[in-house]
T-cell receptor, first 116, second 112 residues
Framework: NAGVTQTPKFRVLKTGQSMTLLCAQD?????MYWYRQDPGMGLRLIHY???????AKGEVPDGYNVSRLKKQNFLLGLESAAPSQTSVYFC???????????????FGDGTRLSIL | KNQVEQSPQSLIILEGKNCTLQ??????????LRWYKQDTGRGPVSLTI?????NTKSNGRYTATLDADTKQSSLHITASQLSDSASYIC???????????FGAGTILRVKS
């Protein structure tokens, strides 16, 4: 049981390049999330999905796009990378809404992205 | 503005000692409060989740408290171990959706 798996673990890009970060979960969770973590700051929500085929904007969505074509996968795309997008990106999943009850949020181990 | 403030920013303690981490929040409406542990190079892992009606919850040597009136929470670690060295993150859920407000974390280092 792998939980939440993120690929790649590390990546270096040049400004203007594009890439896709992959997230896969094997827990049959409906909800999936993409966050970024920057030094000295709390995690910030980029986009999230409440089910297959649905996506919604989070706190810092500009410069990113997402897709949830399959329930187990959530993709984060950078169309034209900028140095300000240098960060550690975390994917997470949960069975149901985090504001209701005691649903646990499960995180992957992150993708460390540097943009030169 | 919804905010979660944690103190101290960092802490060093000797193995076997106890410590308490603090969290103050201004998130409204409040749904629940979570504490996560994040090891270096890893993703956060959930320790406890508390709703407004709970004021204490334990998970092994970790005990979280919540005072919804003063909007404060604490995480107490008993008989610390080297493996407790990590960042501890306080997170508050706003409303019934998926909007979590994360604190910046307290970095704990346990020395032998």
């Amino acid at each position: 049981n792998a939980g939440v798996t993120q690929t790649p673990k590390f990546r270096v890009l040049k400004t203007g390049q594009s890439m896709t970060l992959l997230c896969a979960q094997d827990m049959n969770h409906e909800y999936m999330y993409w966050y970024r973590q920057d030094p000295g700051m709390g995690l910030r929500l980029i986009h999230y999905s409440v089910g297959e085929g649905t996506t919604a904007k989070g706190e810092v969505p500009d410069g990113y796009n997402v897709s949830r074509l399959k329930k187990q996968n959530f993709l984060l795309g950078l169309e034209s990378a900028a140095p300000s997008q240098t960060s550690v990106y975390f994917c997470a999943s949960s069975y149901s809404s985090l504001g209701q009850g005691y649903w646990t949020q499960h995180f992957g181990d992150g993708t460390r992205l540097s943009i030169l | 503005k919804n905010q979660v403030e944690q103190s101290p920013q960092s802490l060093i303690i000797l193995e076997g000692k106890n410590c308490t981490l603090q969290c103050n929040y201004t998130v409204s409406p409040f749904s629940n409060l979570r504490w996560y542990k994040q090891d270096t190079g890893r993703g956060p892992v959930s320790l406890t989740i508390m709703t407004f009606s709970e004021n204490t919850k334990s998970n092994g040597r970790y005990t979280a408290t919540l005072d919804a009136d003063t909007k404060q929470s604490s995480l107490h670690i008993t008989a610390s171990q080297l493996s407790d060295s990590a960042s501890y993150i306080c997170v508050v859920s706003s409303g019934y959706g998926n909007k979590l407000v994360f604190g910046a974390g307290t970095i704990l280092r346990v020395k032998s």
